[in-house]
Protein backbone atom coordinates (compact mmCIF):
# COMPACT_ATOMS: atom_id res chain seq x y z
CA UNK A 1 0.00 0.00 0.00
CA UNK A 2 1.18 3.68 -0.86
CA UNK A 3 1.63 6.31 2.01
CA UNK A 4 -1.42 8.62 1.93
CA UNK A 5 -2.61 11.94 4.10
CA UNK A 6 -5.35 13.90 4.24
CA UNK A 7 -4.22 17.31 3.07
CA UNK A 8 -6.21 20.31 4.09
CA UNK A 9 -6.03 21.97 0.97
CA UNK A 10 -8.20 19.80 -0.98
CA UNK A 11 -9.98 17.73 2.33
CA UNK A 12 -8.66 14.37 0.34
CA UNK A 13 -7.04 11.39 1.33
CA UNK A 14 -4.19 11.73 -0.83
CA UNK A 15 -1.27 9.39 -2.10
CA UNK A 16 1.76 10.96 -0.86
CA UNK A 17 4.48 11.94 -3.47
CA UNK A 18 7.64 13.87 -2.62
CA UNK A 19 9.04 16.31 -4.85
CA UNK A 20 12.34 14.69 -5.06
CA UNK A 21 12.34 10.77 -4.83
CA UNK A 22 13.68 9.86 -1.57
CA UNK A 23 13.35 13.21 -0.11
CA UNK A 24 10.96 14.83 2.26
CA UNK A 25 11.18 18.54 3.10
CA UNK A 26 9.15 19.26 6.15
CA UNK A 27 8.30 22.70 7.69
CA UNK A 28 6.39 22.72 11.79
CA UNK A 29 5.43 25.53 13.55
CA UNK A 30 7.28 25.63 16.64
CA UNK A 31 6.71 27.41 19.40
CA UNK A 32 6.03 31.33 20.54
CA UNK A 33 8.69 31.63 22.94
CA UNK A 34 6.66 33.85 25.47
CA UNK A 35 6.06 30.73 28.21
CA UNK A 36 6.42 26.99 28.75
CA UNK A 37 4.67 24.86 26.33
CA UNK A 38 1.78 23.37 27.08
CA UNK A 39 0.83 19.67 26.58
CA UNK A 40 -1.68 20.71 23.73
CA UNK A 41 1.16 21.97 21.80
CA UNK A 42 3.21 18.85 22.78
CA UNK A 43 0.34 16.66 21.16
CA UNK A 44 1.58 18.74 18.19
CA UNK A 45 4.76 18.26 18.09
CA UNK A 46 4.73 14.37 19.38
CA UNK A 47 2.77 13.74 16.20
CA UNK A 48 5.22 15.97 14.30
CA UNK A 49 7.58 13.87 15.32
CA UNK A 50 5.57 10.41 14.89
CA UNK A 51 5.43 11.66 11.19
CA UNK A 52 9.38 12.37 10.41
CA UNK A 53 9.80 9.13 12.12
CA UNK A 54 7.38 7.06 10.04
CA UNK A 55 8.83 9.37 6.74
CA UNK A 56 11.55 7.87 8.02
CA UNK A 57 11.11 4.04 8.95
CA UNK A 58 9.35 4.52 5.28
CA UNK A 59 13.11 5.17 3.73
CA UNK A 60 12.48 9.23 3.30
CA UNK A 61 15.38 10.91 4.25
CA UNK A 62 13.86 13.94 5.99
CA UNK A 63 15.09 17.82 6.12
CA UNK A 64 12.94 19.56 8.77
CA UNK A 65 12.44 23.07 9.92
CA UNK A 66 10.81 23.82 13.09
CA UNK A 67 10.68 27.81 13.69
CA UNK A 68 11.07 29.49 17.31
CA UNK A 69 9.12 32.81 17.03
CA UNK A 70 10.88 35.02 19.45
CA UNK A 71 9.06 38.18 18.08
CA UNK A 72 5.48 38.72 17.60
CA UNK A 73 2.99 40.37 19.66
CA UNK A 74 3.01 38.28 22.46
CA UNK A 75 6.66 37.96 23.03
CA UNK A 76 7.04 41.74 22.96
CA UNK A 77 4.09 42.45 25.43
CA UNK A 78 5.60 39.75 27.90
CA UNK A 79 9.09 41.04 27.54
CA UNK A 80 8.26 44.27 28.30
CA UNK A 81 5.91 43.38 31.35
CA UNK A 82 8.96 41.54 32.54
CA UNK A 83 11.05 44.25 31.98
CA UNK A 84 13.45 42.74 30.17
CA UNK A 85 14.84 42.90 26.60
CA UNK A 86 13.08 40.41 23.66
CA UNK A 87 16.00 37.87 23.25
CA UNK A 88 16.83 38.23 27.41
CA UNK A 89 13.01 37.24 27.90
CA UNK A 90 12.86 34.78 25.76
CA UNK A 91 16.15 32.76 26.19
CA UNK A 92 14.54 30.80 29.00
CA UNK A 93 11.72 29.42 27.37
CA UNK A 94 13.86 28.48 24.37
CA UNK A 95 15.66 26.57 27.19
CA UNK A 96 12.56 24.86 28.81
CA UNK A 97 11.38 24.02 25.24
CA UNK A 98 14.41 22.08 24.41
CA UNK A 99 14.82 20.37 27.58
CA UNK A 100 10.79 19.21 27.50
CA UNK A 101 11.60 18.25 24.18
CA UNK A 102 14.58 15.87 25.11
CA UNK A 103 12.36 14.83 28.17
CA UNK A 104 9.69 13.88 25.47
CA UNK A 105 12.35 11.75 23.87
CA UNK A 106 11.06 14.14 20.23
CA UNK A 107 13.98 14.13 17.28
CA UNK A 108 15.72 16.73 16.90
CA UNK A 109 14.74 18.42 13.69
CA UNK A 110 17.42 19.49 11.18
CA UNK A 111 16.80 23.32 12.02
CA UNK A 112 15.74 25.41 14.60
CA UNK A 113 15.31 29.08 12.81
CA UNK A 114 14.52 32.15 15.30
CA UNK A 115 12.41 34.67 13.55
CA UNK A 116 14.99 37.50 14.81
CA UNK A 117 17.57 35.88 12.89
CA UNK A 118 16.11 36.11 9.53
CA UNK A 119 14.84 39.66 9.46
CA UNK A 120 16.74 40.38 6.28
CA UNK A 121 14.75 37.61 4.42
CA UNK A 122 11.35 38.92 6.05
CA UNK A 123 12.27 42.67 4.93
CA UNK A 124 13.07 40.84 1.01
CA UNK A 125 10.32 38.82 0.83
CA UNK A 126 8.03 42.07 1.53
CA UNK A 127 9.86 43.70 -1.22
CA UNK A 128 9.29 40.93 -3.58
CA UNK A 129 5.39 41.84 -2.58
CA UNK A 130 5.87 45.62 -2.81
CA UNK A 131 7.29 45.17 -6.25
CA UNK A 132 4.27 42.70 -7.72
CA UNK A 133 1.69 45.35 -5.90
CA UNK A 134 0.19 43.10 -3.63
CA UNK A 135 0.88 45.23 -0.19
CA UNK A 136 0.06 48.79 0.57
CA UNK A 137 1.27 50.98 3.04
CA UNK A 138 -0.69 52.72 5.42
CA UNK A 139 0.78 54.57 8.85
CA UNK A 140 3.84 53.00 8.77
CA UNK A 141 3.06 49.69 8.22
CA UNK A 142 2.49 47.74 5.21
CA UNK A 143 -0.48 45.64 4.92
CA UNK A 144 -0.93 42.37 2.51
CA UNK A 145 -4.64 43.04 0.25
CA UNK A 146 -5.72 40.07 -0.05
CA UNK A 147 -7.47 40.90 -3.13
CA UNK A 148 -4.38 41.25 -5.20
CA UNK A 149 -4.47 37.20 -4.49
CA UNK A 150 -7.57 35.55 -6.50
CA UNK A 151 -6.14 31.79 -4.32
CA UNK A 152 -7.10 33.87 -1.00
CA UNK A 153 -9.03 31.37 1.15
CA UNK A 154 -8.05 27.95 -0.71
CA UNK A 155 -6.78 26.37 2.70
CA UNK A 156 -9.52 27.82 5.33
CA UNK A 157 -12.40 27.65 2.96
CA UNK A 158 -13.47 31.80 4.21
CA UNK A 159 -14.92 33.75 2.02
CA UNK A 160 -12.47 36.96 1.47
CA UNK A 161 -15.49 39.00 0.80
CA UNK A 162 -16.61 38.47 3.87
CA UNK A 163 -14.33 40.32 6.28
CA UNK A 164 -14.74 43.58 3.77
CA UNK A 165 -16.28 45.91 5.90
CA UNK A 166 -13.38 46.46 8.21
CA UNK A 167 -9.90 47.44 5.87
CA UNK A 168 -7.28 45.77 7.67
CA UNK A 169 -6.24 44.24 10.89
CA UNK A 170 -2.35 45.14 13.02
CA UNK A 171 -2.81 42.44 15.52
CA UNK A 172 -1.19 38.25 14.76
CA UNK A 173 -4.21 36.59 15.53
CA UNK A 174 -7.47 37.42 14.28
CA UNK A 175 -11.18 35.28 13.78
CA UNK A 176 -11.75 33.09 10.96
CA UNK A 177 -15.63 35.28 9.91
CA UNK A 178 -13.50 38.14 9.29
CA UNK A 179 -10.49 37.87 6.77
CA UNK A 180 -8.68 41.17 6.40
CA UNK A 181 -5.55 42.73 4.82
CA UNK A 182 -3.21 41.74 7.44
CA UNK A 183 0.18 43.47 8.73
CA UNK A 184 3.40 42.00 6.86
CA UNK A 185 5.37 44.90 8.37
CA UNK A 186 5.17 46.93 11.56
CA UNK A 187 5.61 50.09 11.59
CA UNK A 188 8.26 50.78 14.76
CA UNK A 189 7.24 51.89 18.33
CA UNK A 190 8.96 53.41 20.95
CA UNK A 191 8.49 50.60 23.41
CA UNK A 192 8.89 47.90 21.03
CA UNK A 193 11.83 46.30 19.22
CA UNK A 194 12.64 47.33 15.60
CA UNK A 195 15.06 46.47 12.79
CA UNK A 196 16.45 49.01 10.43
CA UNK A 197 15.79 46.89 7.10
CA UNK A 198 15.68 47.55 2.94
CA UNK A 199 12.15 48.56 3.05
CA UNK A 200 12.51 51.07 6.46
CA UNK A 201 12.44 50.31 10.12
CA UNK A 202 10.47 48.48 11.93
CA UNK A 203 9.55 44.47 12.66
CA UNK A 204 7.64 41.71 11.20
CA UNK A 205 4.49 40.14 11.49
CA UNK A 206 3.72 36.65 12.44
CA UNK A 207 2.86 35.17 9.64
CA UNK A 208 5.64 36.48 7.06
CA UNK A 209 8.37 35.04 9.26
CA UNK A 210 7.18 31.03 8.85
CA UNK A 211 6.94 32.54 5.03
CA UNK A 212 10.92 33.76 5.04
CA UNK A 213 12.08 31.17 6.98
CA UNK A 214 10.72 27.64 5.23
CA UNK A 215 11.30 29.08 1.79
CA UNK A 216 15.12 30.07 2.49
CA UNK A 217 15.70 26.81 4.45
CA UNK A 218 13.70 24.68 2.45
CA UNK A 219 12.89 26.08 -1.15
CA UNK A 220 9.95 27.97 -2.50
CA UNK A 221 8.55 24.84 -3.24
CA UNK A 222 8.49 22.21 -0.64
CA UNK A 223 6.60 18.84 0.81
CA UNK A 224 4.80 18.83 3.73
CA UNK A 225 3.48 21.77 6.34
CA UNK A 226 2.24 21.75 9.36
CA UNK A 227 0.71 22.72 12.69
CA UNK A 228 -2.52 22.41 14.68
CA UNK A 229 -6.05 22.76 13.28
CA UNK A 230 -5.87 26.75 14.86
CA UNK A 231 -2.97 27.61 12.52
CA UNK A 232 -5.28 26.51 9.51
CA UNK A 233 -6.20 30.75 9.82
CA UNK A 234 -5.30 33.12 10.05
CA UNK A 235 -1.64 31.73 9.74
CA UNK A 236 -1.18 29.06 7.22
CA UNK A 237 -3.48 30.77 4.99
CA UNK A 238 -1.76 34.11 5.16
CA UNK A 239 1.91 32.17 4.63
CA UNK A 240 0.20 31.10 1.46
CA UNK A 241 -0.71 34.04 0.16
CA UNK A 242 2.69 35.72 0.70
CA UNK A 243 4.82 33.30 -0.58
CA UNK A 244 2.83 32.42 -3.62
CA UNK A 245 2.23 36.46 -4.78
CA UNK A 246 6.17 36.34 -4.42
CA UNK A 247 7.17 33.81 -6.20
CA UNK A 248 4.38 32.66 -8.79
CA UNK A 249 5.03 29.16 -7.83
CA UNK A 250 3.08 26.74 -5.39
CA UNK A 251 4.20 26.88 -1.65
CA UNK A 252 3.45 23.79 0.27
CA UNK A 253 2.30 20.32 -1.33
CA UNK A 254 0.73 18.89 1.72
CA UNK A 255 -0.96 20.52 4.39
CA UNK A 256 -1.03 18.46 7.82
CA UNK A 257 -3.15 19.52 10.46
CA UNK A 258 -3.46 18.25 14.00
CA UNK A 259 -7.12 18.14 16.36
CA UNK A 260 -6.11 19.65 19.36
CA UNK A 261 -6.05 18.57 23.22
CA UNK A 262 -8.61 19.48 24.68
CA UNK A 263 -10.11 19.69 28.48
CA UNK A 264 -13.72 19.60 29.26
CA UNK A 265 -14.74 20.18 26.07
CA UNK A 266 -12.15 23.35 25.00
CA UNK A 267 -8.91 23.59 23.64
CA UNK A 268 -6.58 23.48 26.18
CA UNK A 269 -4.60 27.46 26.27
CA UNK A 270 -2.77 29.74 27.55
CA UNK A 271 -5.84 32.05 27.25
CA UNK A 272 -8.01 29.70 28.82
CA UNK A 273 -6.13 28.78 31.77
CA UNK A 274 -7.24 25.28 31.51
CA UNK A 275 -3.16 23.75 30.60
CA UNK A 276 -0.62 21.60 31.93
CA UNK A 277 2.83 22.27 31.49
CA UNK A 278 4.76 19.02 31.21
CA UNK A 279 6.49 20.51 34.42
CA UNK A 280 3.75 20.53 36.12
CA UNK A 281 3.02 16.99 35.25
CA UNK A 282 6.82 15.77 36.11
CA UNK A 283 6.50 17.44 39.51
CA UNK A 284 3.35 15.31 40.10
CA UNK A 285 5.36 12.17 39.39
CA UNK A 286 3.80 11.63 35.91
CA UNK A 287 5.74 9.45 33.43
CA UNK A 288 6.99 11.04 30.57
CA UNK A 289 6.81 8.44 28.56
CA UNK A 290 3.18 7.31 29.38
CA UNK A 291 2.41 10.80 28.38
CA UNK A 292 4.00 10.85 25.11
CA UNK A 293 2.37 7.29 24.16
CA UNK A 294 -1.17 8.77 25.40
CA UNK A 295 -0.29 11.66 22.93
CA UNK A 296 0.40 9.11 20.17
CA UNK A 297 -2.43 6.91 20.93
CA UNK A 298 -5.49 9.25 19.65
CA UNK A 299 -5.38 9.23 15.94
CA UNK A 300 -3.78 12.78 14.95
CA UNK A 301 -7.33 14.82 13.53
CA UNK A 302 -9.04 13.55 16.37
CA UNK A 303 -9.91 15.43 19.29
CA UNK A 304 -7.97 14.08 22.09
CA UNK A 305 -9.40 14.89 25.75
CA UNK A 306 -6.74 14.62 28.45
CA UNK A 307 -7.31 13.25 32.14
CA UNK A 308 -5.54 11.80 34.30
CA UNK A 309 -7.18 8.68 34.23
CA UNK A 310 -6.30 8.54 30.90
CA UNK A 311 -2.79 9.29 31.48
CA UNK A 312 -2.92 6.08 34.35
CA UNK A 313 -4.81 3.73 31.40
CA UNK A 314 -1.91 4.76 28.68
CA UNK A 315 0.53 4.09 31.34
CA UNK A 316 -0.91 0.76 32.08
CA UNK A 317 -1.25 -0.23 28.28
CA UNK A 318 2.82 1.18 28.14
CA UNK A 319 3.80 -1.32 31.18
CA UNK A 320 1.90 -4.46 29.00
CA UNK A 321 4.63 -3.80 26.13
CA UNK A 322 7.46 -3.72 28.92
CA UNK A 323 6.32 -6.93 30.66
CA UNK A 324 6.13 -8.47 26.98
CA UNK A 325 9.66 -6.90 26.20
CA UNK A 326 11.25 -8.17 29.77
CA UNK A 327 9.20 -11.40 29.30
CA UNK A 328 11.09 -11.77 25.94
CA UNK A 329 14.32 -11.40 27.21
CA UNK A 330 13.88 -14.00 29.97
CA UNK A 331 12.12 -16.40 27.24
CA UNK A 332 15.64 -16.67 25.20
CA UNK A 333 17.73 -19.51 27.72
CA UNK A 334 14.79 -22.11 27.02
CA UNK A 335 14.28 -21.69 23.18
CA UNK A 336 14.00 -24.37 20.85
CA UNK A 337 14.30 -24.79 16.94
CA UNK A 338 10.25 -25.13 16.94
CA UNK A 339 7.68 -22.81 16.91
CA UNK A 340 7.22 -20.58 14.26
CA UNK A 341 3.57 -19.57 14.30
CA UNK A 342 3.94 -17.10 15.70
CA UNK A 343 6.75 -15.71 13.78
CA UNK A 344 3.59 -15.51 10.65
CA UNK A 345 1.72 -13.82 12.99
CA UNK A 346 4.08 -11.65 13.90
CA UNK A 347 5.07 -10.47 10.17
CA UNK A 348 1.05 -9.61 9.92
CA UNK A 349 1.08 -8.03 12.83
CA UNK A 350 4.11 -5.36 11.02
CA UNK A 351 2.11 -5.71 8.08
CA UNK A 352 -0.87 -4.42 9.69
CA UNK A 353 0.84 -1.91 11.48
CA UNK A 354 2.89 -0.32 8.47
CA UNK A 355 -0.78 -0.51 6.44
CA UNK A 356 -2.65 1.62 9.28
CA UNK A 357 0.29 4.13 9.88
CA UNK A 358 0.21 4.21 5.55
CA UNK A 359 -3.34 5.08 5.81
CA UNK A 360 -2.73 9.03 7.45
CA UNK A 361 -1.23 8.04 10.26
CA UNK A 362 -3.93 5.98 12.30
CA UNK A 363 -1.83 5.23 15.20
CA UNK A 364 -4.56 3.68 17.23
CA UNK A 365 -5.35 1.19 14.22
CA UNK A 366 -1.79 0.21 13.98
CA UNK A 367 -1.73 -0.06 18.40
CA UNK A 368 -4.12 -2.77 18.18
CA UNK A 369 -2.61 -4.61 15.65
CA UNK A 370 0.39 -4.89 18.14
CA UNK A 371 -1.60 -5.96 21.14
CA UNK A 372 -2.99 -8.85 19.30
CA UNK A 373 0.58 -9.49 19.10
CA UNK A 374 1.05 -9.25 22.52
CA UNK A 375 -1.60 -11.13 23.53
CA UNK A 376 -0.31 -13.91 21.19
CA UNK A 377 2.82 -14.12 22.24
CA UNK A 378 1.97 -14.71 26.28
CA UNK A 379 0.22 -17.43 25.25
CA UNK A 380 2.55 -19.09 22.58
CA UNK A 381 5.26 -19.00 25.63
CA UNK A 382 2.70 -19.83 28.48
CA UNK A 383 2.12 -23.25 25.76
CA UNK A 384 5.68 -23.55 25.03
CA UNK A 385 5.04 -22.71 21.43
CA UNK A 386 7.85 -20.61 21.15
CA UNK A 387 11.00 -20.54 19.15
CA UNK A 388 13.52 -19.30 18.21
CA UNK A 389 12.24 -17.24 15.02
CA UNK A 390 9.14 -16.73 16.99
CA UNK A 391 11.42 -14.41 19.42
CA UNK A 392 13.30 -12.75 15.85
CA UNK A 393 10.38 -11.99 14.29
CA UNK A 394 8.56 -10.83 18.39
CA UNK A 395 11.08 -8.38 18.83
CA UNK A 396 11.02 -7.17 15.74
CA UNK A 397 7.86 -5.81 15.60
CA UNK A 398 8.65 -4.24 19.22
CA UNK A 399 11.72 -3.09 17.40
CA UNK A 400 9.27 -1.17 14.47
CA UNK A 401 7.27 0.29 17.44
CA UNK A 402 10.47 1.67 19.08
CA UNK A 403 11.38 3.49 16.04
CA UNK A 404 8.11 4.61 14.94
CA UNK A 405 6.54 5.65 18.06
CA UNK A 406 9.97 6.79 19.91
CA UNK A 407 9.69 4.73 23.26
CA UNK A 408 11.34 1.62 24.33
CA UNK A 409 9.60 -1.44 25.81
CA UNK A 410 11.05 -2.84 28.47
CA UNK A 411 12.40 0.22 29.92
CA UNK A 412 10.08 1.09 32.74
CA UNK A 413 12.27 2.16 35.70
CA UNK A 414 11.05 3.63 39.38
CA UNK A 415 7.42 1.48 38.88
CA UNK A 416 9.31 -1.42 38.89
CA UNK A 417 11.65 -1.17 41.68
CA UNK A 418 8.30 -0.28 43.21
CA UNK A 419 6.63 -3.43 42.77
CA UNK A 420 9.47 -5.76 43.24
CA UNK A 421 9.48 -4.34 46.74
CA UNK A 422 6.06 -5.03 47.84
CA UNK A 423 6.81 -8.74 46.50
CA UNK A 424 9.87 -9.29 48.83
CA UNK A 425 7.71 -8.10 51.29
CA UNK A 426 5.07 -10.61 50.59
CA UNK A 427 8.04 -13.28 50.20
CA UNK A 428 8.90 -12.81 53.46
CA UNK A 429 5.83 -12.54 55.07
CA UNK A 430 5.23 -15.96 53.54
CA UNK A 431 8.42 -17.41 55.07
CA UNK A 432 7.15 -15.95 58.63
CA UNK A 433 3.96 -17.87 57.67
CA UNK A 434 1.87 -14.54 57.92
CA UNK A 435 -0.34 -15.52 55.16
CA UNK A 436 -2.96 -13.15 55.82
CA UNK A 437 -0.26 -10.18 55.23
CA UNK A 438 0.89 -12.19 52.21
CA UNK A 439 -2.60 -12.25 51.11
CA UNK A 440 -3.37 -8.49 51.77
CA UNK A 441 0.01 -7.60 49.10
CA UNK A 442 -1.40 -9.62 46.77
CA UNK A 443 -4.47 -8.07 46.41
CA UNK A 444 -2.83 -4.87 47.15
CA UNK A 445 -0.95 -5.33 43.88
CA UNK A 446 -3.49 -6.86 41.80
CA UNK A 447 -5.45 -3.58 42.88
CA UNK A 448 -2.63 -2.01 40.71
CA UNK A 449 -2.82 -4.14 38.05
CA UNK A 450 -0.19 -6.71 38.93
CA UNK A 451 -0.60 -10.55 38.74
CA UNK A 452 1.64 -12.47 40.82
CA UNK A 453 3.01 -16.34 39.48
CA UNK A 454 4.29 -18.68 41.56
CA UNK A 455 7.01 -20.57 39.91
CA UNK A 456 9.55 -22.93 40.91
CA UNK A 457 12.15 -20.35 39.60
CA UNK A 458 10.56 -17.36 42.13
CA UNK A 459 7.79 -15.00 41.99
CA UNK A 460 7.05 -13.86 38.14
CA UNK A 461 4.99 -10.61 37.84
CA UNK A 462 3.01 -9.18 35.03
CA UNK A 463 0.58 -6.64 34.36
CA UNK A 464 -2.91 -7.20 33.08
P1 LIG B 1 1.75 28.48 19.59
O1 LIG B 1 2.95 28.46 20.50
O2 LIG B 1 0.50 28.96 20.22
O3 LIG B 1 2.05 29.17 18.27
O4 LIG B 1 1.42 26.97 19.20
C1 LIG B 1 2.39 26.06 18.77
C2 LIG B 1 1.75 24.84 18.12
O5 LIG B 1 0.88 24.15 19.06
C3 LIG B 1 0.85 25.18 16.94
O6 LIG B 1 1.08 24.22 15.91
C4 LIG B 1 -0.55 25.08 17.49
O7 LIG B 1 -1.48 24.77 16.48
C5 LIG B 1 -0.40 23.95 18.47
N1 LIG B 1 -1.42 23.95 19.56
C6 LIG B 1 -1.81 24.98 20.34
N2 LIG B 1 -2.75 24.59 21.25
C7 LIG B 1 -2.97 23.26 21.02
C8 LIG B 1 -3.83 22.25 21.62
N3 LIG B 1 -4.64 22.52 22.64
N4 LIG B 1 -3.76 21.00 21.11
C9 LIG B 1 -2.93 20.70 20.09
N5 LIG B 1 -2.10 21.58 19.50
C10 LIG B 1 -2.11 22.85 19.94
ZN1 LIG C 1 4.19 29.20 11.50
Not at 160 to 169: C, K, L, V
Not at 249 to 265: C, E, M, N, Q, T
Not at 344 to 371: C, I, P, R, S
Request: aromatic residues 10%.
Amino acid sequence: MALRFYNTLTRQEEEFVPLNTGEVRLYTCGPTVYDYAHIGNFRTYLWEDLLRRYLQHRGYRVTQAMNLTDVDDKTIANAREAGLTLADYTRKYIEAFFEDVAALGIEKAEHYPRATAYIPEMARLVRRLQEKAHVYESRGSLYFKISTFPGYGRLSRVDPAAGAGQARIDSDEYEKDNPRDFAVWKAPKDDEPYWDTEIGRGRPGWHIECSAMSMKLLGETFDIHTGGVDNIFPHHENEIAQSEAATGKPFVRYWLHAAHLIVDGEKMSKSKGNFFTLRDLAARGHDMRALRYMLLSVHYRKPLNFTVEGLSQAGAALGRLDDLALRLEAATPSLTTGGGDLAVKAEKVLQGMTDALDADLNTAGALGHLFDLVRETHSAVDAGRFGERDLMATRGVLRAFETIFGIRPGQRADLDTDIEALIRKRAEARARKDFAAADRIRDELLGRGVILEDTPQGVRWKRK
